[in-house]
């Protein structure tokens, strides 16, 4: 589950039109989802507020062996009008699951955002500032972010605790997103690393959408492997540090359906290192409006490791109010407005080939939102259950 | 001065080595680069030791040692690890760090775990080190310096250059590491696990050793101590090489007993363990104090202490100041010998430093307590400078041979010349009929060669042979008034008879070689002999007259110390006390 100061970032990304699966760090971000879900250890309690639309603050507490809490502040310069009830928030926006990609969109051109005022320009970027000081352990997690221009993002982050090397590191990422393309220039002060991220998008370019051509479906396919229901993706990456000496790169490539796939949204994706060897297929369908089905192979051609992970994810439903059941049943089959918020509950469970299961169940109880998740280890046989959590969050 | 390594046990034992460095390699946080436990797979310790070099030598004890060495090493030794390391160096940056400021790289940091084997080879040391030895703790090794010269790592990486050097980088700081904190720290574990698994060794030894059949250690004298019996360290001073390693080994079973002895004295118990084959000067004394109770058990302890110090403290090698020593209570450190042991040090002292004593003027060591006595009377002949060795070679002389008998009461008169000298008694020539006649069969000849005897023996029969005693005691008659000269003779033969070492077997000590200290006797003799002749007074009338009633006296002696039961006395014979075990008279004749 999301943590409600992501949950507001995420807010922030929306309202100020970046498109966050547009990046080469995103290619695997369904998989990710289905897959790799944290799964709580002890208990912790959230609490959150956004007192105001610029303002959020969040506090939490934990109990993972030693008690351990940390505040959070989040400010951002745009108004953010969303649900930050408990009890209103969707739980599909809070839930990460199967990603829907969308068509991609033309970027904003630069004059929308000017407003002007007496002859005066006025609108200011949007930035977000969010400051996290973990306590009794003294580190602090401070993020800063500015739309510099509708294509152009810049990102702050950093670190501070007295156990790492230096106090702690710095990074800065300047995203630049084009649609057919983007590219991410990044630089962290530990180790000086460099580093630059790419991803292009075949077929359909947003930017020579011109009116003549509303409808993604019907126009002409521009190559011949341009789906018109799918895109392909395709990114790479590259890290060079050269204080270590060291770096990496990697590429990959991905191939989603479009809304206007018919049928059953599937996402695949291969990722490759090639200097170590390791090659990553992934394939994701959801299965119906209620479930998810992902899986994952690792396979490492130098030292012959290889690795497979499945997961579903399953959606509870709401059950309708008694009053009104029937009469939700002699509605006619095609009237039936799909309720938006009508699950109140997620399965997630994730297994792999070493006999290790992590189950999560994430529900709203009331007014919190509750999350138990417990973690197998099937080999074990005297210690199976390994660790289990619970986390509980409110926010008003 | 050299040392001379035994590098084979180490060897034998590198299970045990392996796994302590294994155990104490994981133990330490690994960086993140090595993915997988280290193992050491092989560990050899090579042919050649290490050559040590004595710097300084700051406490040197039976049982404990510090020394500065230099130590070099240009040995053969290898050790081979085994463990897993990660290929991806993103991977090993990336994990370490937090993950809200990293990159967070979609595949650039997956992981690469690659199998690893390191061998170190020619390992060159050179430095001082510093060794504490000590019984109950261990052993200390400590490196002043940092001693690794050079090494050569090879590797499964050794075709690509970047790696082997940085490799060779790497461990050569990590060693220098684990030579000056981790290393101090093995071996003391290690030779801790060693000396009680050798302490547990020697005990099961002691049992099978107490029945073995006698040796004669003339026959083919030991080259070197070895712990081979109770008497080994008597055979020591009887090698025909001198060791040169005398002390590369000690022997458990001794070094115990002479711990025990030596902390009886620091306890409340009474119980002394006793010393076969020994003379105690505080017998002559404790004679003379009998009517005194608290008389017996601190001169008897005070002579046993200043022997058991005086053995302990030593090196191997009878010295001539061996006997010289003797009188000292507290010399422990300069005491030349361990090997003139508890058991028979006495007697070998005295067989071969009497000889060399003789020519030597005496030194007035010994203090004469009894003003009130007269002054040739009170005098403790064999507590004299020589004094131990020359009361036990009295004795065994008187026990055997009537020879080495004669020479007792000659030298007596000799050391009566010395005034305030405490020295035994004289013993009346009755004595050493006694002891004569109680001789075990076989032990003594009376032609006076000397054949294996384990002891002297007190006498059984007080009136056997008077006539054998050529050469009147002159003492006897002497000392004719003095009655109270024969009591504490009778005591000190009581005490020496209750006296014996705690595995208290007549038989055993036939099989002690004494016949050392006969001959020597024997050597002795004639210079015994010589003032004895010229001494001599009296007529064999008078001689038989005092040997009567020192016999009679004896008796009475004997039934009152009967009665006053010695703790340490084991076999509680009181009459005659001329049981088979109990030694004889230090200073008898």
């Known amino acids: 589950?999301?943590?409600?100061?992501?949950?507001?970032?995420?807010?922030?990304?929306?309202?100020?039109?970046?498109?966050?699966?547009?990046?080469?760090?995103?290619?695997?971000?369904?998989?990710?989802?289905?897959?790799?879900?944290?799964?709580?250890?002890?208990?912790?309690?959230?609490?959150?507020?956004?007192?105001?639309?610029?303002?959020?603050?969040?506090?939490?507490?934990?109990?993972?062996?030693?008690?351990?809490?940390s505040l959070s502040f989040l400010y951002s310069s745009?108004?953010?009008?969303?649900?930050?009830?408990?009890?209103?928030?969707?739980?599909?926006?809070?839930?990460?699951?199967?990603?829907?990609?969308?068509?991609?969109?033309?970027?904003?051109?630069?004059?929308?955002?000017?407003?002007?005022h007496q002859g005066k320009r006025i609108d200011r970027k949007d930035a977000l500032l969010y400051g996290r000081l973990y306590l009794p352990g003294s580190t602090l997690e401070a993020l800063y972010l500015r739309r510099i221009s509708p294509t152009r993002m810049l990102r702050l982050s950093g670190v501070s605790d007295a156990s790492l090397p230096n106090g702690g590191s710095a990074l800065a990422l300047l995203q630049n997103d084009y649609g057919k393309y983007s590219t991410e220039y990044l630089y962290s002060t530990d180790s000086a690393l460099l580093g630059l991220r790419g991803l292009y998008n075949f077929g359909y370019d947003p930017r020579t959408l011109v009116s003549q051509q509303p409808q993604h479906s019907t126009r002409a396919p521009a190559h011949p492997w341009d789906h018109q229901s799918g895109r392909l993706s395709a990114g790479a990456e590259a890290y060079f540090s050269p204080i270590n000496k060291s770096g990496g790169v990697?590429?990959?490539?991905?191939?989603?359906?479009?809304?206007?796939?018919?049928?059953?949204?599937?996402?695949?994706?291969?990722?490759?290192?090639?200097?170590?060897?390791?090659?990553?297929?992934?394939?994701?369908?959801?299965?119906?409006?209620?479930?998810?089905?992902?899986?994952?192979?690792?396979?490492?051609?130098?030292?012959?490791?290889?690795?497979?992970?499945?997961?579903?994810?399953?959606?509870?439903?709401?059950?309708?109010?008694?009053?009104?059941?029937?009469?939700?049943?002699?509605?006619?089959?095609?009237?039936?407005?799909?309720?938006?918020?009508?699950?109140?509950?997620?399965?997630?469970?994730?297994?792999?080939?070493?006999?290790?299961?992590?189950?999560?169940?994430e529900c709203r109880v009331k007014e919190l939102l509750v999350s138990l998740g417990a973690g197998f280890d099937l080999k074990k046989r005297e210690r199976m259950l390994g660790s289990v959590g619970i986390e509980v969050s409110y926010s008003s | 001065m050299a040392f001379n390594f035994n590098w084979s046990p180490l060897i034998a034992d590198t299970d045990r080595v392996r796994d302590m460095l294994t155990s104490s390699l994981?133990?330490?946080?690994?960086?993140?680069?090595?993915?997988?436990?280290?193992?050491?797979?092989?560990?050899?310790?090579?042919?050649?030791?290490?050559?040590?070099?004595?710097?300084?030598?700051?406490?040197?004890a039976a049982d404990r040692f510090r020394g500065i060495f230099k130590m070099s090493y240009t040995g053969d030794a290898y050790l081979t690890l085994k463990t897993r390391v990660q290929a991806n160096p993103l991977n090993?940056?990336?994990?370490?760090?937090?993950?809200?400021?990293?990159?967070?790289?979609?595949?650039?940091?997956?992981?690469?775990?690659?199998?690893?084997?390191?061998?170190?080879?020619?390992?060159?040391?050179?430095?001082?080190?510093?060794?504490?030895?000590?019984?109950?703790?261990?052993?200390?090794?400590?490196?002043?310096?940092?001693?690794?010269?050079?090494?050569?790592?090879?590797?499964?990486?050794?075709?690509?250059?970047?790696?082997?050097?940085?490799?060779?980088?790497?461990?050569?700081?990590?060693?220098?590491?684990?030579?000056?904190?981790?290393?101090?720290?093995?071996?003391?574990?290690?030779?801790?696990?060693?000396?009680?698994?050798?302490?547990?060794?020697?005990?099961?030894?002691?049992?099978?050793?107490?029945?073995?059949?006698?040796?004669?250690?003339?026959?083919?004298?030991?080259?070197?101590?070895?712990?081979?019996?109770?008497?080994?360290?008597?055979?020591?001073?009887?090698?025909?090489?001198?060791?040169?390693?005398?002390?590369?080994?000690?022997?458990?079973?001794?070094?115990?007993?002479?711990?025990?002895?030596?902390?009886?004295?620091?306890?409340?118990?009474?119980?002394?363990?006793g010393m076969r084959d020994t003379v105690f000067r505080a017998w002559a004394n404790a004679a003379d104090r009998a009517d005194a109770s608290s008389g017996y058990n601190t001169p008897l302890h005070r002579p046993t202490l200043s022997r058991i110090q005086s053995t302990l403290g030593g090196q191997s090698g009878l010295s001539s100041s061996a006997p010289s020593?003797?009188?000292?209570?507290?010399?422990?450190?300069?005491?030349?010998?361990?090997?003139?042991?508890?058991?028979?040090?006495?007697?070998?002292?005295?067989?071969?430093?009497?000889?060399?004593?003789r020519p030597r003027k005496r030194k007035h060591r010994v203090v004469n307590l009894r003003r009130d006595h007269g002054g040739a009377d009170g005098s403790d002949m064999a507590s004299v400078s020589s004094g131990y060795e020359d009361s036990v070679s009295r004795s065994a002389g008187t026990s055997v041979e009537p020879s080495l008998a004669e020479t007792e009461p000659t030298t007596l008169p000799s050391y009566m010349s010395r005034d305030g000298e405490i020295s035994t008694p004289p013993r009346s020539p009755k004595k050493k009929v006694d002891f004569k006649a109680s001789s075990d069969g076989g032990r003594t000849n009376h032609d006076g060669n000397a054949t294996i005897r384990a002891r002297p023996v007190t006498p059984r029969n007080p009136a056997a042979q008077p006539h054998e005693d050529d050469d009147a005691t002159p003492r006897a008659s002497a000392y004719l008034?003095?009655?109270?000269?024969?009591?504490?003779?009778?005591?000190?033969?009581?005490?020496?008879?209750?006296?014996?070492?705690?595995?208290?077997?007549?038989?055993?000590?036939?099989?002690?070689?004494?016949?050392?200290?006969?001959?020597?006797?024997?050597?002795?003799?004639?210079?015994?002999?010589?003032?004895?002749?010229?001494?001599?007074?009296?007529g064999i009338l008078e001689q038989a007259w005092m040997m009567k009633m020192a016999n009679e006296i004896a008796r009475k002696v004997k039934e009152e110390k009967g009665m006053q039961a010695v703790g340490w006395r084991r076999s509680e014979s009181v009459s005659g006390a001329s049981d088979g075990d109990a030694p004889p008279p230090a200073y008898g004749m």
């Open chain 1, 250 to 361: 990697s590429c990959g490539l991905r191939f989603t359906t479009l809304p206007t796939h018919t049928g059953f949204p599937y996402t695949m994706t291969l990722t490759v290192n090639p200097l170590m060897g390791n090659l990553s297929t992934t394939y994701a369908v959801q299965a119906g409006r209620y479930m998810a089905l992902c899986s994952r192979f690792d396979f490492n051609v130098y030292s012959y490791e290889s690795d497979v992970v499945v997961g579903v994810e399953l959606w509870r439903r709401k059950q309708a109010a008694a009053d009104v059941a029937w009469a939700s049943k002699l509605v006619r089959p095609g009237w039936s407005k799909v309720v938006e918020d009508d699950v109140n509950g997620v399965l997630k469970a994730q297994m792999d080939d070493k006999g290790k299961v992590g189950l999560l169940w």
């Open chain 2, 92 to 273: 090993t940056y990336l994990s370490t760090k937090p993950s809200f400021a990293s990159p967070q790289p979609l595949a650039a940091s997956s992981s690469l775990t690659i199998p690893l084997q390191i061998t170190l080879s020619d390992i060159r040391l050179s430095g001082f080190v510093i060794l504490v030895f000590s019984k109950q703790k261990g052993i200390t090794l400590v490196f002043r310096n940092d001693p690794l010269e050079s090494l050569k790592v090879s590797s499964t990486f050794d075709s690509i250059p970047f790696v082997r050097d940085y490799l060779q980088k790497t461990i050569e700081n990590q060693l220098r590491v684990l030579f000056m904190e981790d290393l101090p720290a093995i071996i003391h574990r290690l030779s801790l696990r060693m000396f009680n698994s050798d302490q547990d060794i020697q005990d099961a030894k002691k049992e099978l050793v107490d029945d073995r059949t006698p040796i004669d250690p003339l026959a083919s004298p030991a080259l070197q101590p070895v712990d081979d019996g109770e008497d080994s360290f008597d055979l020591a001073p009887l090698s025909l090489d001198p060791p040169s390693e005398t002390y590369a080994s000690f022997s458990q079973k001794n070094l115990l007993r002479l711990a025990t002895l030596s902390e009886s004295q620091r306890t409340l118990s009474l119980f002394t363990p």
């Open chain 2, 26 to 60: 994981n133990k330490s946080p690994k960086p993140p680069i090595i993915v997988d436990d280290i193992i050491v797979n092989e560990l050899n310790l090579g042919s050649t030791p290490p050559e040590l070099e004595i710097l300084e030598i700051g406490d040197l």
């Open chain 2, 325 to 357: 020593q003797t009188s000292e209570a507290a010399s422990a450190t300069s005491r030349p010998s361990l090997a003139t042991a508890v058991t028979g040090a006495s007697t070998y002292t005295l067989g071969t430093s009497g000889s060399r004593t």
């Open chain 2, 481 to 538: 008034p003095e009655k109270q000269s024969h009591p504490p003779q009778q005591l000190r033969r009581q005490q020496l008879s209750r006296m014996q070492t705690v595995p208290a077997n007549p038989h055993q000590r036939a099989y002690l070689p004494r016949s050392t200290s006969e001959l020597s006797l024997r050597g002795m003799a004639p210079g015994f002999a010589s003032p004895a002749i010229e001494s001599s007074t009296g």
């Open chain 1, 1 to 69: 589950m999301l943590e409600f100061m992501d949950y507001v970032q995420t807010a922030f990304h929306a309202q100020s039109r970046w498109n966050i699966d547009n990046s080469y760090a995103a290619l695997t971000t369904t998989a990710q989802n289905l897959l790799d879900f944290r799964i709580p250890q002890g208990l912790r309690l959230h609490v959150s507020s956004l007192s105001s639309p610029s303002f959020a603050t969040s506090y939490t507490l934990g109990s993972n062996g030693l008690v351990d809490g």
């Open chain 1, 78 to 116: 745009s108004g953010l009008s969303i649900a930050s009830k408990s009890s209103d928030i969707r739980l599909e926006h809070l839930v990460r699951g199967y990603r829907r990609l969308q068509e991609l969109q033309r970027p904003d051109e630069l004059h929308w955002n000017e407003i002007w």
